[in-house]
T-cell receptor, first 110, second 112 residues
């Protein structure tokens, strides 16, 4: 079993839809949870950062962490064509290296 | 003004050659990394370098050797390139323990 599991998609939605992206993990020592967005031929950039369990909202983006289920989610409201990218979940233990999911490729169609 | 910059962006070379990729960060971070991203977009850590301590990922062949002349630079040298080395290599920097990573734009290596 991989340490971090993420459905690679691809996922295609119409503009304005609510998008739900998810990851599961097996290492209960993970404390820091992140979502990175990667546009084509670019490096990943941090989108959302959460420490431990809970929700975090930033504009149209909401990140949720459920440590009891070892499950994290990213919701995108009112999705836009500019949201089309690959979304990578990432997580890490204290003072240890980051582990990435496989990335989900999202296309938002106008 | 770029936070993490790496060169070259594209590299096409023959099997058996030796090549290097350079990385520089101007963020003042103590830790730098090399990641390999395969064709399925899976990002896998290769090396991390924190305050002159190199942490090697055991699954990386010893044909890959990182070199850090100072805290702001971490270069990657690859000997005897193989077809399977074709990938995008990302340099990143960050602060431990829980800080975000800042990635460069990637160096796309194609081995023919």
């Amino acid at each position: 079993q991989k340490e971090v599991e993420q459905d690679p998609g691809p996922l295609s939605v119409p503009e304005g839809a609510i998008v739900s992206l998810n990851c599961t993990y097996s290492n209960s020592a993970f404390q820091y949870f992140m979502w990175y967005r990667q546009y084509s031929r670019k490096g990943p950039e941090l989108l959302m950062y959460t420490y431990s369990s809970g929700n975090k909202e930033d504009g149209r983006f909401t990140a949720q962490v459920d440590k009891s289920s070892k499950y994290i989610s990213l919701f995108i409201r009112d999705s836009q064509p500019s949201d089309s990218a690959t979304y990578l979940c990432a997580m890490k233990e204290y003072n240890n290296d980051m582990r990435f999911g496989a990335g989900t490729r999202l296309t938002v169609k106008p | 003004d770029t936070a993490v910059s790496q060169t070259p962006k594209y590299l096409v070379t023959q099997m058996g050659n030796d090549k290097s990729i350079k990385c520089e960060q101007n963020l003042g971070h103590d830790t730098m990394y090399w990641y390999k991203q395969d064709s399925k977009k899976f990002l896998k850590i290769m090396f991390s370098y924190n305050n002159k301590e190199l942490i090697i990922n055991e699954t990386v062949p010893n044909r890959f050797s990182p070199k850090s002349p100072d805290k702001a630079h971490l270069n990657l040298h690859i000997n005897s390139l193989e077809l399977g080395d074709s990938a995008v290599y990302f340099c990143a920097s960050g602060r431990v323990p829980g800080g975000e990573l800042f990635f460069g734009e990637g160096s796309r290596l194609t081995v023919l």
